[in-house]
């Protein structure tokens, strides 16, 4: 049983119980149910910004505690004074340290788009996710099978919001993509050996068909990557280990997108 494999046991019985004691109709009555999910689709591709999706991560099961001191409304809000075009936020606890009020925390001070970085196996997930003030869901390709994810997929739309599927290679993308998928993510870490490699952006680009908004994620570290990324039709850059690892993240994300922008005016 590899990492991924873990997680999503651990993650159904931890769903189970939370139906139990959260049940629908109560996530239901949360003032951001009610609330017109932020697009980030658009947010990505506007024209002031540089597409990155920055993200708030603790700890990840192959690093080990990133930070354990950050503090989820100063990061969030520098994030977007940087430029991010986007927030990612882990909600995933027992993994990766984050919790559900991280998220609530990031809406309650920001607009934009906020995706909920875990890992979605059921329905009960995306009423969640919108309960807490999340405008984006993640589907994992290698967690779920092509009718979960378009099933998923169609629940997240009927909610309003948006989905970003994740892929890892080429037999992932061909058998999950689906009419229910906002934006395409290719992961660049290898699930089995926990490597990052940016040429499976490289690789996928082309692969990927244009109705879908291309995010690049994992292992993105220097601007020039970036740039480059761009030029084989990547909008989108999920960062987070490379912010989260400086002593002030949201600095880290200012300095990224400004190099960006420095090297776009050439």
């Known amino acids: 049983m590899n990492i991924l494999d873990q997680i999503i046991a651990d993650k159904q019985e931890e769903v189970a119980q939370r139906k139990s004691l959260y049940p629908v109709k109560l996530l239901e009555q949360s003032t951001y149910f009610t609330g017109k999910p932020v697009s980030l689709k658009k947010y990505v591709q506007r024209e002031d910004k540089v597409g990155i999706i920055a993200e708030f991560k603790r700890q990840s099961p192959s690093k080990g505690v990133i930070n354990g001191s950050a503090d989820i409304e100063r990061t969030s809000i520098g994030y977007m004074q940087a ?12 993994y990766f340290g984050g919790k559900n009020e991280d998220l609530t925390t990031a809406r309650s001070y920001n607009f934009c788009p906020i995706l909920r970085k875990d890992f979605i196996i059921d329905e009960y997930q995306i009423v969640e996710a919108k309960s807490i003030g999340a405008d984006v869901i993640l589907l994992i390709a290698a967690a779920l099978s092509p009718e979960d994810i378009k099933r998923l997929g169609a629940f997240a739309h009927s909610l309003g919001m948006e989905v970003l599927l994740e892929v890892h290679n080429e037999d992932e993308l061909q058998r999950s993509i689906n009419e229910h998928v906002d934006l395409l993510g ?3 870490r290898n699930l089995q050996t926990f490597t990052t490699d940016i040429n499976t952006s490289k690789e996928l680009a082309e692969k990927i068909p244009s109705e879908f908004v291309k995010v690049s994620e994992s292992g993105i570290n220097d601007p020039e990557v970036v740039v480059e990324l761009m030029k084989y039709g990547f909008e989108g850059f999920l960062i987070g280990e490379y912010f989260m690892h400086k002593g002030s993240p949201e600095k880290a994300c200012r300095e990224f997108v400004k190099s960006i922008k420095a090297l776009q005016a050439g």
Do not use: E, H
């Open 186 to 188: 290719v992961n660049n």
């Open 83 to 94: 430029g991010a075009s986007g927030l990612s936020v882990l909600t995933d606890t027992k």
